[in-house]
């Protein structure tokens, strides 16, 4: 058999794309979803990738905290950390605040505190070039599993797409595929960001009448059934008002700098996810 | 029979070349996300499997370039956020488009060889678009710049040379124009 290709190497060819456009078309209308074959592959190569990103970081850190301004470093880490819950908790206080103002006393606030943080570490980064996703080490083990939105202490990141075993991919909110039910925060004006596979996003839908200015911030709207209320999506970057469109043409910047991205949370609202192993 | 039997046994009968060739190339698509991003070229599309293949080709190893594309292909739809099958179709449909028409290339020239993994890269820009546009999947079409696509295209085609005298050199194949 193999020597038959060999001799005829078209053949296999021909064979080799007939497998490609049978997954493909099987895979129409699922996503990118792992299948079982595929979740055995990224428990084996994974590792190689949490090692290679693993080592990149213990020499970052060494050159960083040992040959370079120690004391500093850890001041500012330990800074970042603090602003970052402080802009989180800001957050949701302004949504708690508008919230209140508009006497929306019955509102079930209860969905916000119930929700479980699981920590993940990125471990990888999509392989094509074309789309943008991230491979976490957290999985199906973990109470991981697709839908599952993804979040930092900036705001959103994306969404759980495939999961195995001991890692899940995330589709970040700035690839094309993305999109999410977002509202402006002061306005509460509504509209659906959708990534452009860039640093930016478009918020689309955002009628005429709605009431957004540059810097408005766009946060979750909670519909959907994907992400909580109230996470913070990104800011206003431009407005564009044409007269022969329907919709006001709104690029956002992301909440998340996503060039620096190394931990994230995953968000279980269902309270699935099981506790972080310190061990990991 | 000694160490340096069974090291002259390998050499001689090439038995490390594949398996090498396969781990490599296997690593660098696992690896290719981490490296383009934690080097911050992310914009770039840094894609050593068509060097290889276009290598396999010229060594007339047709076969097992075929099933490498292959291979890699669905491995990098793994690592990535598309529909499975994608790259492993638009690698093995340029592959097949390469065979068809290797007897009208001197591939045994290096800078036709480089040029050829860079039309690689071009043609594997536009496979993927056209795919994308074509079949039904639930996935839209990713921007994808002309001039991005031409900048890689350049750098992969000079990176490729030189990659080539590596893999001359694992092949132990001394008399390649490196002109």
């Known amino acids: ?280 | 029979m000694g160490t340096k039997d069974y090291l002259r046994h390998w050499r001689e009968n090439r038995l490390f070349f594949h398996p090498s060739i396969w781990f490599v190339c296997g690593l660098f698509v696992v690896l290719r996300g981490n490296i383009t991003h934690l080097s911050g070229i992310e914009w770039l599309d840094f894609d050593l499997v068509p060097v290889f293949l276009v290598y396999l080709i010229a060594i007339e190893q047709d076969f097992k370039a075929l099933c490498l594309a292959f291979f890699m292909g669905l491995l990098m739809d793994m690592f990535s956020a598309c529909q499975l099958g994608l790259f492993a179709f638009t690698y093995s449909a340029i592959l097949l488009a390469i065979n068809s028409t290797r007897r009208f290339l001197d591939l045994a020239n290096v800078r036709t060889a480089a040029l050829l993994v860079a039309l690689f890269l071009v043609a594997k820009w536009c496979f993927v678009s056209i795919v994308l546009r074509i079949l039904p999947l639930t996935q839209s079409v990713p921007s994808i710049r002309f001039i991005t696509v031409m900048v890689s295209a350049f750098i992969m085609g000079v990176i490729a040379p030189i990659l080539f005298y590596f893999l001359d050199v694992v092949w132990g194949k001394e008399d390649r124009e490196h002109a």
Request: hydrophobic share 40%; charged share 25%.
């Open chain 1, 1 to 280: 058999m193999t020597a038959f290709f060999e001799r005829k190497p078209k053949w296999i060819s021909y064979v080799f794309i007939f497998i490609a456009l049978i997954l493909l078309s099987l895979s129409i209308g699922r996503g990118a979803e792992w299948n079982p074959a595929e979740k055995v592959v990224a428990q084996i190569a994974a590792p190689f990738q949490r090692f290679f990103v693993g080592t990149i970081r213990t020499v970052r850190d060494i050159w960083g905290k040992y040959f370079f301004l120690v004391e500093t470093h850890q001041e500012n880490v330990r800074l970042r950390r603090k602003l970052d819950l402080l802009r989180l908790e800001n957050s949701r206080y302004q949504e708690l605040l508008l919230a209140n103002r508009r006497l929306q006393k019955l509102l079930n606030f209860q969905e916000n505190t119930d929700e479980l943080l699981l920590p993940a570490r990125v471990i990888g980064w999509d392989s094509s070039g074309l789309f943008k996703s991230i491979t976490i080490d957290k999985g199906e083990h973990d109470g991981v599993t697709v839908s599952m939105p993804v979040v930092n202490a900036e705001g959103v990141v994306g969404r759980i797409i495939s999961v195995s075993p001991g890692y899940a991919q995330v589709l970040l909110v700035t690839d094309r595929n993305s999109s999410v039910d977002g509202l402006v925060q002061r306005s509460r004006g509504r509209g659906i960001l959708k990534g452009r596979g860039s640093s930016e996003c478009l918020f689309e839908y955002v009628i005429k009448t709605c009431d957004i200015k540059d810097q408005d911030t766009i946060v979750t709207s909670g519909m959907g059934g994907v992400f909580p209320k109230g996470l913070y999506l990104g800011t206003v970057a431009q407005i564009e008002d044409s007269p022969n469109k329907l919709f006001k043409d709104v690029r956002v910047v992301p909440a998340v700098d996503f060039s620096k991205l190394e931990e994230v949370l995953v968000v279980s609202r269902s309270g699935v996810v099981s506790l972080p192993n310190p061990e990991r």
